[in-house]
C-alpha cells in the first residue's frame, strides 16, 4: 500500500509553494491532480496545478463516483479523484494530497492510515501579508479566505503532524523528514528487506 501523505493549511500558508518543492525533489512521490470547478488563477496550467471542469461536470462526476473525497471550499467544487490514487499505486509511487480540512476528515474515515499533516503559518498576520503578496484573488475574496482561516485551524487536532510553515526550507525539510521516517516503518520495508532476511535464514513476519 503506498503512503497517502495529506498537507491541509489555511489558504496563503505556502501548501503549493510546499508541496511543489517537495514533488520537485522526492522520488517516488506522485502529486494528486485534483478536479475543480475553480477557474484557473493567472499561470495555472490545466492538468498541472488542476483539472478544470464546468458545475455541470464536477456534479456529474459525483454521480458517478469518481471521488475519494470531495468537498466544496470558498463556494467552489473540488475533488480527488480515486484514479489518481490506483495510478499511482500501479506506478508504485506514493501520492502526495493538498486537499482541505473537509476532505481530510472523509480521507482519514477511508484511509486511516493516511499520513496528515497540517501546515500553520507563523501567525495569523504573516498569513494575511502572504494572502496579499500572492495578489492572485480580489480583496473580497482575501477577506473571505482570512475568515476561513480560524476554523479551518480550529480542526488541526484531526491530523498526525503539525508543522509551522516559517522558512520554506525547513518546512520543506520537516515534509521530507516525515516522509522518510514513514517510509521506513517495517510494514513499508516488507519488501525491500525479505531477501536480506532469507540470506540470515529468517523468515519474514506475517502481515497482521
Ligand atoms: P497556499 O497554496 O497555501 O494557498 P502559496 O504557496 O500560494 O499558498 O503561498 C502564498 C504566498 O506566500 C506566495 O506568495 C508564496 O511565495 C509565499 N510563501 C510561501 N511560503 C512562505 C514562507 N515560508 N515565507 C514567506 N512567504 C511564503
Ligand atoms: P485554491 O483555490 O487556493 O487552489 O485551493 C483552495 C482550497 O481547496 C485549498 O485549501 C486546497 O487545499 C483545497 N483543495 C484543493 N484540491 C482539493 C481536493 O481535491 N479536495 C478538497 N477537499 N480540497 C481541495
Known sequence: MPIVLVI??????????LVNRLIASERDLEFSVSVTSRPPRGPEVAGRAYRFVSEERFRSMVEEGAFLEWAMVFGNLYGTPKAALEEASR???DILLDIDVQGAAQLIEQLPDAVTVFVLPPSRRALEERLRKRSSEKEQEIERRLGEATGEVGRYPAYKYVIVNDDVESTVEALRTILAAERSKREY???RIQPILKEFGIDPEEPE
Not at 491541509?8 to 509553494?17: E, F, L, Q, V
Open 8 to 17: 491541509s493549511a489555511p489558504s496563503g500558508t505556502g501548501k503549493s509553494t
Open 91 to 93: 506506478r508504485g509511487c
Open 189 to 191: 520495508m516488507a519488501g
